[in-house]
């Protein structure tokens, strides 16, 4: 587990958070810039110490400024991934992995030839840092990371340099890391189709505070979470599992006692994680009939919540009302009173089959 608490200073900047991270989990520090968030991970990775307070991963104190305790960088165990790779230029690949290889501590042990495999590495390995790509650059820097057998490994907004179709490429390869290794993250990020596609846990920065944190399913999809929900590409986070593939490009999924049809094509059995922006969401007060929408959710209003534009957000819990499944709707003020919108009010639920982000984040950053 990822236990922090800590206070820091700098000039005009003052950082003040507490949170804590399941371990195993990919956790993603997120926020605008200036929020903190690249700050917070060099706490955490021992390049900056707190004022105040303690920093502890796995059990061991990395950081407890009650104790005058500090734990360098370099025997902490932390695997760094920044913005642009930052490999040796004078080196070509081979050597860059060495020379983190070299200076490995105890820790993640994967064989170096799974690491060159599934990141893709082998034809590279005689070029130097300046004949890569930016998506090859950062495959590099993932692999060295790895090679230093981390404990814990620190990226720090990896994909920002990155076009779209290589951002996607890395958040595949990172995914299959998580899976096949259980590489246990902190990733620092301001885009949220990235954290969509990655994370499991979430600490959302602003000014310096940590106004929301806890698993990303429990975040999305509330009205009381303003720095997400207020966003324009609000929505919800849906945990399916796929029960049926129509050999068509769509997929019929279930989420709690009821299905609803995603344009996806994956095995039946996959989990498979979607995003549903709230303005893609239509509300009826009876169900319609004569209509394209393939998706309807029975649902029942949870919450409502007046937004910053006039507009209103509707939290609706799938199905009963105690549902872990939720959704929001973003809908007019006018709109809300004729429906007589109300907590409690049983109303369906209207979902495009084209509309649902799945995976959850491909479309964000597919299009961003």
């Given amino acids: 587990m990822i236990d922090v608490d800590v206070r820091f200073e700098r000039d005009e900047f ?35 110490r707190p004022a105040s307070g303690h920093v502890r991963y796995a059990g061991a104190t990395l950081t407890d400024t009650a104790r005058d305790f500090h734990v360098p960088v370099e025997e902490r165990g932390i695997g760094w991934v920044f913005q642009e790779g930052l490999l040796f230029p004078h080196l070509d690949v081979h050597d860059n992995l060495n020379f983190a290889a070299r200076r490995a501590k105890a820790g993640l042990q994967i064989p170096r030839a799974r690491i060159l495999e599934v990141l893709g590495l082998g034809a590279l390995l005689r070029r130097r840092p300046h004949e890569l ?19 814990l490994m620190l990226l720090d907004e990896p994909l920002a340099s990155l076009d779209a179709p290589r951002k996607l490429e890395i958040l595949a390869l ?18 949220l189709g990235e954290v969509l596609r990655l994370a499991d846990h979430m600490v959302v920065l602003e000014r310096g505070r940590a106004v929301a944190s806890g698993a990303i399913g429990d975040l999305f999809g509330r009205t009381d979470t303003p720095l997400l929900s207020e966003r324009a590409d609000a929505g919800a986070l849906l945990d399916l599992q796929v029960i049926a593939n129509d050999r068509a490009g769509s997929v019929t999924a279930r989420i709690g006692a009821q299905t609803m049809v995603v344009a996806a094509d994956v095995r039946v059995g996959t989990n498979l994680r979607a995003y549903v922006l709230a303005n893609e969401v239509i509300l009826a007060s009876a169900r319609p009939t004569g209509i394209s929408v393939r998706n309807v959710l029975q649902s029942v209003v949870t919450r409502l919540a007046h937004r910053n534009d006039g507009s209103v957000m509707v939290e609706l819990a799938l199905g009963e009302t105690d549902s872990p499944h939720r959704l929001l709707a973003n809908v007019t003020l006018a709109a809300a009173r004729e429906l007589g919108l109300a907590p409690g009010q049983a109303v369906h639920a209207l979902i495009k089959t084209v509309s649902v982000d799945a995976p959850a984040g491909a479309r964000a950053i597919g299009t961003g």
């Fill in 174 to 191: 990172l995914e299959t890391l998580r899976r096949e290794f259980a590489v246990p993250m902190l990733y620092v990020t301001h885009s």
């Fill in 133 to 151: 790509s930016g998506g090859e650059r950062q495959r590099v820097a993932i692999a060295r990371a790895l090679l230093s057998r981390p404990r």
């Fill in 14 to 48: 003052s950082l003040q958070v507490a949170f804590t991270a399941p371990p195993g989990s990919v956790t993603a520090l997120f926020g605008a810039s200036g929020a903190g968030k690249s700050t917070l991970l060099d706490i955490v990775g021992g390049a900056l």
